[in-house]
């Protein structure tokens, strides 16, 4: 005879949970880990992003508004050693609010911006989610710097908020 098991979840979040974890154990069984690429606009900067992000993010800071001439940037926080960058990079050295060094890394050429990583995260880099090739796998889920969005502004339900930042 056949067993037939039929599993019953309680929210649409426990399914979501539970294939989760078993396609990043199907992963690690696998041994093959995801890969994502990406470049600048004209194409002498690009780079593999080897495995997935810790967080993917809005920043909604005055210095990523005045940066880059929008409400908020889009980034995949991750481990700078996940990111393999092609190409020579130019970087723009400058101070966030904790007073702490911070570097914006983005191409010499058509002065796309790449990455961002600062003394406030050691280890850490966030990278411009834009630069992707595939932008369609983009799923903010993290707010930060939320005191200063733009009062027109609402992050979707579900997203943790973060008020402010040490940068």
């Not at 690429?37 to 004209?42: D, T």
């Not at 911006?113 to 799923?139: C, F, N, V, W």
Request: glycine share 8%; aromatic share 8%; proline share 4%.
């Amino acid at each position: 005879t056949t067993e037939t098991t039929t599993t019953h979840y309680k929210t649409r979040s426990d399914m979501e949970t539970i294939k989760s974890v078993v396609g990043h154990v199907g992963e690690m069984i696998s041994g093959s880990p995801k890969t994502f690429e990406g470049r600048c606009n004209c194409g002498k900067m690009s780079y593999v992003v080897n495995g997935e992000p810790e967080k993917q993010m809005a920043c909604h800071c005055t210095s990523c508004q005045a940066e880059s001439g929008t409400a908020f940037t889009v980034s995949w926080e991750m481990k700078k050693g996940a990111l393999d960058l092609t190409g020579k990079p130019a970087i723009h050295e400058t101070r966030g609010s904790s007073g702490k060094k911070k570097w914006y890394v983005f191409c010499n050429q058509c002065g796309c911006q790449i990455y961002t990583e600062s003394e406030a995260h050691p280890g850490m880099i966030h990278l411009r989610a834009g630069s992707l090739d595939d932008t369609s796998i983009i799923k903010v889920d993290t707010h930060i710097w939320y005191k200063s969005k733009q009062p027109w502004f609402d992050a979707p339900k579900g997203s943790t908020i973060i008020m402010e930042q040490t940068a």
